[in-house]
Each structure stands twice: as structure tokens, then as C-alpha cells.
């Protein structure tokens, strides 16, 4: 018993169909806040957080670091898990298509750009992921008519050394492990570098097949 009658709920007390208006905007209603969504909206909400933990109290408490760290290392999990959930359990809406690149895009770019301003990172490095991220993002646009270039392993590879070397950076690290960070992100750089030019390889041959089956079509 939910003490609502029939008449109020509709006149029938049976859930919208699916194929009326009022049913599909319950089904997209429910899509948008589903489990990969939510995970997403938290990492979007944890940048403006993560930055300030980051620069408080100038940048260079250990305290602050180490809580910064833990913001980013949620982040980059929930990163790990909405993606997984959104294709597992068919998931996958528009919010989460636009939404989590943008959000892995503003976690990193803003510790990378915070750590290149606090003189812990040299600004090359930041110029070098964050330039390679923007290009291949205007090289999606390039080829979406062709098609989409699926995620490689060595893309996967590179979010992993990527992630892992600035969450050495955020936290105060002194000694051995300080100079273990130097070489992690330089893995981090140098296949940021090779998978970019692997996937500008794969934009040119499938825009090359795709411009010649459009003319093979004429």
C-alpha cells in the first residue's frame, strides 16, 4: 500500500510505457544518475578541492600534501571504476561521453599546472602531456567521421605511469623515493609521447580508407 490512489498516480497506478514521452524522460532521468555518472560528477567536484588542498598554506606542507594526494588518488580510481561500471553494465549515456573526459582531463592538467607553479615540475613536462592531450582531443574531431580509435594498451599504460608519477609529485617525498619519482614521470612522459604519435599514425590510415570508400562509393 503506498497510500496514493490509482486516479492521482495517473489514473491507472501502472508505471509510464516506455515508449510514451513521460516514460522515455523517466528512463533518461534515471540513465543520467546512474553508479558511472555519479562517480564521474565526484571527480569533476574533487578538482576545485584537490587544488586547494594542493596550494594551502603556500604549497609546501607535508600535512596538506598528503590530503591533496588522497584527493587525487580517489579521483584517479573513480576514473579507473565509472568507465568499467558505464561499459560492463551498459551504462554508457551522452552526460558520460562528454562528462569523464573532461573530468580526467581537468584532474590532471590541474595538478600538472599546479606542480609546474609550485617549481616542483618543470613546465615542459606539464607542456608536453597537457599538449598532447589537446591535440589528440582535436584529432577525435578530425577522424569521428571515420570512425573512433579504440583505447590501446599502451594509452592504458600511459594514464597508469601518468597517474602514478604525479601522485609521487603531490606527495613531499624526500630521499630515494624523490629521486624514483624523476624516472617514473619520465616513463610517463616518453610514452605520452610515443602512443601520441601512434595515435595520430592510426587517425591518418583511417582517415585515408575512410576518404577513399567515400570515393569508391561516387
Known amino acids: 500500500m503506498t497510500g496514493v490512489p490509482a486516479s492521482a498516480a495517473g489514473g491507472t497506478g501502472r508505471r509510464p510505457a ?7 524522460a523517466a528512463v533518461n532521468q534515471a540513465s543520467l544518475w546512474n553508479i558511472a555518472n555519479i562517480l564521474t560528477m565526484i571527480r569533476l567536484v574533487l578538482v576545485p578541492g584537490f587544488v586547494m588542498l594542493l596550494l594551502a598554506d603556500g604549497g609546501y606542507d607535508p600535512v596538506w600534501r598528503a590530503w591533496a594526494w588522497a584527493a587525487f588518488a580517489v579521483a584517479m580510481i573513480t576514473d579507473i571504476f565509472d568507465g568499467h561500471l558505464a561499459r560492463t553494465y551498459n551504462l554508457v549515456t551522452d552526460f558520460g561521453k562528454i562528462a569523464d573526459p573532461i573530468a580526467d582531463k581537468a584532474i590532471m592538467g590541474s595538478a600538472l599546472i599546479c606542480l609546474s607553479w609550485l617549481g616542483d615540475l618543470p613546465w615542459l613536462v606539464t607542456g608536453v602531456i597537457l599538449g598532447r592531450e589537446l591535440g589528440i582531443t582535436l584529432m577525435r574531431f578530425w577522424v569521428i567521421r571515420y570512425g573512433v580509435i579504440p583505447a590501446s594498451r599502451g594509452g592504458k599504460l600511459k594514464t597508469l605511469a601518468q597517474g602514478t608519477a604525479v601522485g609521487m609529485y603531490v606527495l613531499a617525498l ?28 592510426q587517425a591518418v590510415v583511417m582517415r585515408r580508407a575512410g576518404l577513399a570508400a567515400e570515393r569508391a562509393s561516387k
Open 174 to 201: 624526500t630521499g630515494p623515493l624523490a629521486t624514483m619519482r624523476y624516472w617514473v614521470m619520465a616513463i610517463a612522459v616518453v610514452l605520452t609521447v610515443v602512443t601520441g604519435l601512434d595515435y595520430i599514425r
Open 18 to 24: 516506455p515508449g510514451t514521452k513521460l516514460g522515455t
